[in-house]
């Protein structure tokens, strides 16, 4: 019994230290990207189109992820039905939206 609280326990700490290190690097990227587009370039030039950094963004976690797959040997395939990915679909557009 012992042995399943201090599993359980050590689950629960590296959940805590991943969704940290999630949210810490959202806040870095926000960061960085109103920086971006708040800081001038050159004499009086700003960085007009966020949505060129969306799509770099975009574009930057396919390759990792395709790199991943490969690196782990793992199927493209979808394990999941399709409608399961529809909460973290629609999490996503908002955060996209959000960024405008």
Same mark, same amino acid.
């Given at each position: 019994?012992?042995?399943?609280?201090?599993?359980?326990? !050590?689950?629960?700490?590296? #959940? #805590?230290?991943?969704?940290?290190?999630?949210?810490?690097?959202?806040?870095?990227?926000?960061?960085?990207?109103?920086?971006?587009?708040?800081?001038?370039?050159?004499? @009086?030039?700003?960085?007009?189109?966020?949505?060129?950094?969306?799509?770099?963004?975009?574009?930057?976690?396919?390759?990792? +992820?395709?790199?991943?797959? =490969? =690196? @782990?040997?793992?199927?493209?395939?979808? @394990? +999941?039905?399709?409608? @399961?990915?529809?909460?973290?679909?629609?999490?996503?557009?908002?955060? !996209?939206? #959000?960024?405008?």
């Amino acid at each position: 019994m012992a042995e399943e609280d201090a599993s359980a326990f !050590t689950s629960a700490i590296w #959940c #805590c230290v991943y969704g940290g290190g999630i949210i810490f690097m959202l806040g870095m990227y926000g960061v960085i990207q109103e920086r971006i587009m708040s800081e001038p370039y050159g004499e @009086k030039d700003f960085f007009r189109v966020s949505v060129f950094l969306v799509l770099c963004n975009r574009l930057v976690a396919i390759l990792y +992820a395709l790199m991943m797959i =490969c =690196c @782990k040997g793992e199927e493209c395939r979808n @394990k +999941a039905p399709l409608w @399961k990915y529809l909460a973290i679909s629609f999490s996503n557009v908002a955060a !996209t939206w #959000c960024q405008y």
